[in-house]
């Protein structure tokens, strides 16, 4: 098994025993099913250790025993894999004109996939509103999971903009919000002391998501949204950058120009984007992008020459603004999602050629740019399966 630093590895100090527990939870989350003494041979621990934690995992219902495994040489093992049944994580994600809930089982498999149109946009109803709605529907989803008997382990929401290490949204000009202490505010709302409930920022989780479930092999990668301005979540040897205070990945401010020269966001972002491309929008913003970007769509598909010249000099934006990124971290993949995913198509042949041409590692050393497969809620996903990563680390949940 090739081993990284973020990869916990048997040790001897005093919390052995939870690293090792991870140890054997990682294996079989990026693995698949695999005996007792398979887990042993990759992982470097000895059976008896093996067979102990796998004993004291199937007895808190994370792992649990299926089949046999045939690939040893000698009598088949029994396999142990990943149990789902006990245990839920939920994700939520505000954006300008939706909320979506999304939930998960320990295993990863998807239990639900809500969306709530958002009436007026929390910029208009302000934060009150929107962290009445957030609890309504984290209520649902989690009565909806609990009544499958699934222990709730914890509820995370992604928010665009300057989230801080305490759940402070600081800062988020999409939502209309500055100062906002909206994982307070949801706690009391949600009146559930024992749930571990943590607010954080759109990219970061989306990017955790695509770390998990993008399918990509590498534990560097940063993933670009341009929903809201443009941010970027940045995974660094399989861990997200947070930086002091939480306030990485705001590369839509990228300004090479005098003072009050356009932006990456204001060259490179979906919504200008859009306005370039199909005149008529009022001078209010577009809370709801997705009919405007279908329709782009469609057009370049159809060869309009208008839509065809601002996805190509958008493109072009975008990867200067990506190659700035590549240069400062080294992500071997750049996912382009949401909005961006949708119009891959025509925007990276032009982002990946300014990429290629402005990043200073030689060839085979830049990073690749690719389309996100997750769609619109991929920070949702995040968010849910960042709970999963607490336990995988060896911090086993504690019945409520």
Same mark, same amino acid.
């Given at each position: 098994?090739?081993?990284?630093?973020?990869?916990?590895?048997?040790?001897?100090?005093?919390?052995?025993?939870?690293?090792?527990?991870?140890?054997?939870?990682?294996?079989?989350?990026?693995?698949?099913?695999?005996?007792?003494?398979?887990?042993?041979?990759?992982?470097?621990?000895?059976?008896?250790?093996?067979?102990?934690?796998?004993?004291?995992?199937?007895?808190?219902?994370?792992?649990?025993?299926?089949?046999?495994?045939?690939?040893?040489?000698?009598?088949?093992?029994?396999?142990?894999?990943?149990?789902?049944?006990?245990?839920?994580?939920?994700?939520?994600?505000?954006?300008?004109?939706?909320?979506?809930?999304?939930?998960?089982?320990?295993?990863?498999?998807?239990?639900?996939?809500?969306?709530?149109?958002?009436?007026?946009?929390?910029?208009?109803?302000?934060?009150?509103?929107?962290?009445?709605?957030?609890?309504?529907?984290?209520?649902?989803?989690?009565?909806?999971?609990?009544?499958?008997?699934?222990?709730?382990?914890?509820?995370?929401?992604?928010?665009?903009?300057?989230?801080?290490?305490?759940?402070?949204?600081?800062?988020?000009?999409?939502?209309?919000?500055? @100062?906002? @202490?909206?994982?307070?505010?949801?706690?009391?709302?949600?009146?559930?002391?024992?749930?571990?409930?943590?607010?954080?920022?759109?990219?970061?989780?989306?990017?955790?998501?695509?770390?998990?479930?993008?399918?990509?092999?590498?534990?560097?990668?940063?993933?670009?949204?341009?929903?809201?301005?443009?941010?970027? /979540?940045?995974?660094?040897?399989?861990?997200?950058?947070?930086?002091?205070?939480?306030?990485?990945?705001?590369?839509?401010?990228?300004?090479?120009?005098?003072?009050?020269?356009?932006?990456?966001?204001?060259?490179?972002?979906?919504?200008?984007?859009?306005?370039?491309?199909?005149?008529?929008?009022?001078?209010?913003?577009?809370? @709801?992008?997705?009919?405007?970007?279908?329709?782009?769509?469609?057009?370049?598909?159809? /060869?309009?020459?208008?839509?065809?010249?601002?996805?190509?000099?958008?493109?072009?934006?975008? /990867?200067?603004?990506?190659?700035?990124?590549?240069?400062?971290?080294?992500?071997?993949?750049?996912?382009?999602?949401?909005?961006?995913?949708?119009?891959?198509?025509?925007?990276?042949?032009?982002?990946?050629?300014?990429?290629?041409?402005?990043?200073?590692?030689?060839?085979?050393?830049?990073?690749?740019?690719?389309?996100?497969?997750? /769609?619109?809620?991929?920070?949702?996903?995040?968010?849910?399966?960042?709970?999963?990563?607490?336990?995988?680390?060896?911090?086993?949940?504690?019945?409520?």
């Amino acid at each position: 098994m090739k081993t990284t630093r973020a990869d916990p590895q048997p040790a001897d100090f005093t919390d052995v025993r939870a690293t090792n527990l991870a140890v054997v939870l990682r294996h079989l989350r990026a693995n698949g099913p695999s005996s007792r003494a398979s887990i042993a041979a990759s992982t470097g621990l000895n059976k008896a250790t093996v067979s102990s934690l796998a004993g004291a995992l199937i007895e808190q219902r994370l792992l649990r025993e299926t089949g046999l495994s045939g690939n040893r040489i000698g009598r088949p093992g029994t396999a142990l894999t990943l149990d789902g049944s006990a245990y839920a994580a939920i994700g939520l994600q505000i954006a300008a004109d939706r909320l979506t809930a999304l939930a998960v089982d320990f295993a990863g498999d998807q239990l639900l996939l809500w969306h709530r149109a958002f009436d007026g946009g929390p910029a208009t109803t302000g934060p009150g509103r929107a962290v009445s709605a957030v609890a309504a529907l984290a209520q649902r989803a989690a009565t909806r999971v609990r009544q499958q008997g699934r222990q709730v382990l914890g509820l995370t929401v992604a928010v665009p903009g300057l989230v801080d290490g305490g759940g402070t949204v600081r800062l988020s000009p999409p939502l209309g919000w500055a @100062d906002v @202490d909206l994982r307070a505010l949801l706690s009391g709302s949600l009146r559930q002391p024992g749930l571990d409930v943590s607010v954080a920022n759109h990219a970061g989780l989306a990017a955790v998501a695509e770390l998990r479930h993008g399918g990509h092999p590498t534990l560097d990668l940063t993933y670009v949204t341009g929903a809201a301005g443009i941010e970027a /979540g940045i995974v660094v040897d399989g861990r997200p950058l947070h930086g002091s205070r939480g306030f990485t990945g705001q590369i839509g401010r990228f300004s090479l120009g005098p003072a009050g020269a356009l932006t990456l966001a204001d060259l490179a972002g979906i919504e200008p984007l859009v306005r370039r491309a199909l005149p008529g929008f009022g001078p209010e913003p577009v809370t @709801d992008l997705t009919p405007a970007v279908d329709h782009l769509a469609a057009l370049a598909r159809a /060869g309009d020459a208008g839509a065809l010249s601002a996805l190509h000099d958008t493109g072009c934006h975008l /990867g200067q603004g990506l190659a700035l990124l590549a240069n400062l971290v080294n992500p071997e993949v750049i996912v382009l999602g949401d909005h961006y995913a949708a119009l891959a198509e025509w925007l990276v042949p032009a982002a990946a050629a300014e990429l290629a041409r402005n990043t200073l590692a030689p060839s085979g050393g830049g990073a690749r740019l690719v389309a996100s497969t997750l /769609g619109l809620h991929a920070a949702a996903l995040g968010g849910a399966v960042s709970h999963l990563d607490r336990v995988d680390t060896g911090v086993l949940p504690t019945n409520t």
